[in-house]
């Protein structure tokens, strides 16, 4: 059964999730899967023609959505989503982060350090300070999902310094975890290979994909679905003894044991 038949439930009636960089890809999907299983949503990015764009697919779907700008490595617009949700919802359930850059394929002894300053802003920092903001309203039994990478685990030599960062990521899901417990879970998705703009690279070129494809178990990409449904689990009430785990969404590319 593809990931996009399976039996879609409604573990999140009467929560309101914020999901960030959610108007394509991996995080789009997220939004859109918390939403039919009956989550108020609240999506973002830096474009408010993509907003728009991605709010009104929601909305096509039967979907409660409030769609805002943010670029997550601006503190107003960070505020401003965490003030507008809670003015329009009253409360914060669940918060995905997912924005991430990877502006370099440079190897890390020669990465610039406006490049390096950018990668630790976009992909750690933000997460840190959007919390931070969300903190105060964030309800008992709520529930944080990073969104990582198997490139956490190891970094490959076009995407090294991408991938220490998403190495942060593990240990911040970690120490969150500890910080937030017991009222609100901290977990993390890593996933493995997704055509999506982002990995616009397994989208060109046949012959990477069908390397990428074989580099599986399961003989093919991961899809954005796949990723939504193993965040929507981390993210309800179906993992309510989970806290400070990291599930590697890879169809079983070599991770970690
Ligand atoms: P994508 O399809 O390119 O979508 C990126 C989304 O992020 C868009 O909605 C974009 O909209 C928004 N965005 C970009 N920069 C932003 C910023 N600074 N602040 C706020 N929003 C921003 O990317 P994706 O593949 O879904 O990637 C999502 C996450 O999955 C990332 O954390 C990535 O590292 C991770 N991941 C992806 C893969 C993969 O194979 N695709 C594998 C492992 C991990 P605007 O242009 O309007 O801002």
Not at 60 to 69: P, R, Y
């Amino acid at each position: 059964m593809a990931a996009s038949d399976a039996k879609i439930g409604r573990r999140f009636e009467g929560k309101v999730a914020i999901v960030t960089a959610s108007t394509q890809g991996i995080g789009l999907a997220i939004a859109e899967r918390l939403g039919l299983e009956g989550a108020a949503v609240v999506i973002s990015s830096r474009k408010q023609k993509n907003v728009d764009e991605a709010a009104e697919k929601l909305r096509a779907k039967g979907i409660e959505v409030l769609g805002l700008v943010c670029h997550v490595s601006n503190e107003q617009q960070r505020k401003s989503l965490i003030d507008k949700t809670v003015q329009k919802y009253g409360k914060i359930d669940v918060v995905v982060s997912n924005a991430a850059a990877n502006p370099s394929v440079d190897p890390i002894l020669e990465t610039q350090g406006s490049v390096l300053d950018k990668l630790w802003e976009i992909n750690v920092k933000a997460s840190i300070l959007l919390l931070q903001d969300a903190a105060p309203h964030l309800q008992k039994g709520s529930s944080i999902v990073f969104i990582s990478s198997i490139a956490g685990y190891q970094p490959q030599a076009s995407m090294a310094m991408y991938g220490v960062t998403k190495t942060a990521l593990l240990g911040l899901t970690k120490a969150l975890a500890t910080e937030m417990a017991p009222n609100t879970r901290v977990n993390c998705v890593a996933p493995g290979f997704v055509p999506t703009h982002f990995a616009d690279f397994l989208v060109k070129s046949d012959t990477i994909r069908n390397s990428m494809e074989e580099s599986t178990l399961l003989k093919r990409l991961g899809t954005t679905e796949d990723m939504a449904a193993a965040t929507a689990f981390l993210a309800s009430d179906d993992a309510s003894y989970i806290t400070g785990e990291t599930l590697v969404v890879a169809g079983g590319i070599p991770s970690r044991l």
